[in-house]
């Protein structure tokens, strides 16, 4: 069965709002709603598929795209691969060309919405920021909790509150503040034992790889209104991380780094196949920083992660 190619679009507007189409009852999972876009013809460039149909379906002219996600997934009918752009710049006003009702919806309101299975990991990348800053190991508390205020007032918003020195009841009592701090500014995620989970139900969970070996096969420990990540080092972690049901992973180290100097550096071109791979947003994390940001994106990631890099108090 031939993999059907297909251009899509993560729209947005001004207002930072998406706009998504219902697809027509009678179309394969008809009645859902997309992310607008459609087929790649055989020879044809990716982006100009992408502006061909944006122009035939909306009747826009699109103006700045860059790559979003990409996305392989198996129907038991048919095998697609979701080519993902995020378009925040266009001319004309969007309209149902083709009929088709559309709407412009916030980030955070994706998720109430149906989408086709293949499309989860779009919603999640679409609802995801290009950076995620890691807090540093060996601060004190009002020092840490200082900075993580100042990173989500400079415009972070994914905090994983990393202390791995720290021990556990000191850290409870940290999370509880930054779980404060991050509250409708940024998406807080924490680490720590799985017994944890149902005391801190705003936060996400990020996994090390080491329970993700552990607990993969036991599938998501919580349902999916919450976020899940983990820390992926490899192409067999990646695949724990799909078997899991994460909603996305930091791959590391992509350089060499001050922090952990003795790891291998998978460098930009292993990085690009291992993420070429995986059909989840992918955060590179290892001697990168917000300069680097363009070349993940070009490299198939969602972003950038970093410790040093993202940290307002070094």
């Given at each position: 069965m031939k993999r059907v190619h297909v251009?899509?679009?993560?729209?947005?507007?001004?207002?930072?709002?998406?706009?998504?189409a219902r697809r027509?009852?009678?179309?394969?999972?008809?009645?859902?709603?997309?992310?607008?876009?459609?087929?790649?013809?055989?020879?044809?460039?990716v982006e100009r598929a992408l502006a061909r149909e944006l122009h035939e379906e909306l009747g826009i002219v699109v103006t700045a795209a860059r790559p979003l996600i990409k996305v392989k997934h198996d129907y038991p009918d048919k095998q697609v691969l979701l080519d993902?752009?995020?378009?925040?710049?266009?001319?004309?006003?969007p309209h149902g060309a083709e009929g088709q009702p559309l709407a412009w919806v916030s980030a955070r309101e994706l998720p109430h919405y149906d989408f086709?299975?293949?499309?989860?990991?779009?919603?999640a990348a679409a609802r995801l920021p290009g950076q995620y800053l890691i807090t540093p190991e060996g601060l004190e508390v009002p020092q840490m909790l200082r900075g993580i205020q100042k990173a989500i007032a400079g415009g972070i918003k994914l905090v994983q509150l990393r202390a791995p020195n720290m021990y556990d009841p000191k850290y409870r009592d940290v999370a509880v503040d930054a779980v404060g701090l991050c509250a409708g500014k940024a998406q807080l995620m924490l680490k720590g034992p799985l017994e944890w989970l149902g005391d801190?139900?705003?936060?996400?969970?990020?996994?090390?790889s080491e329970q993700l070996r552990k607990y993969a096969s036991k599938g998501r420990p919580f349902p999916k209104e919450r976020w899940l990540?983990?820390?992926?080092?490899?192409?067999?972690?990646?695949?724990?991380?799909?078997?899991?049901?994460?909603?996305?992973v930091t791959l590391s180290p992509v350089q060499a780094t001050q922090t952990h100097p003795h790891a291998v550096p998978l460098g930009w071109e292993?990085?690009?196949?291992?993420?070429?791979g995986f059909s989840k947003p992918v955060?590179?994390?290892?001697?990168?920083?917000?300069?680097?940001l363009d070349k993940a994106w070009l490299h198939g990631a969602q972003g950038v992660a970093g410790i040093r890099a993202f940290w307002p108090e070094l």
């Open positions: 251009a899509a679009a993560v729209i947005r507007g001004t207002d930072g709002r998406i706009l998504i027509a009852d009678c179309q394969h999972q008809g009645g859902l709603w997309e992310f607008p876009g459609g087929k790649v013809e055989d020879g044809e460039a993902v752009w995020e378009v925040n710049g266009f001319t004309g006003e086709p299975e293949a499309n989860q990991p779009i919603v801190f139900p705003a936060a996400g969970w990020h996994l090390t990540a983990a820390s992926c080092h490899n192409a067999e972690e990646l695949a724990l991380a799909e078997q899991m049901g994460v909603d996305f292993q990085a690009q196949q291992l993420i070429e955060y590179l994390l290892g001697g990168v920083g917000a300069a680097e």
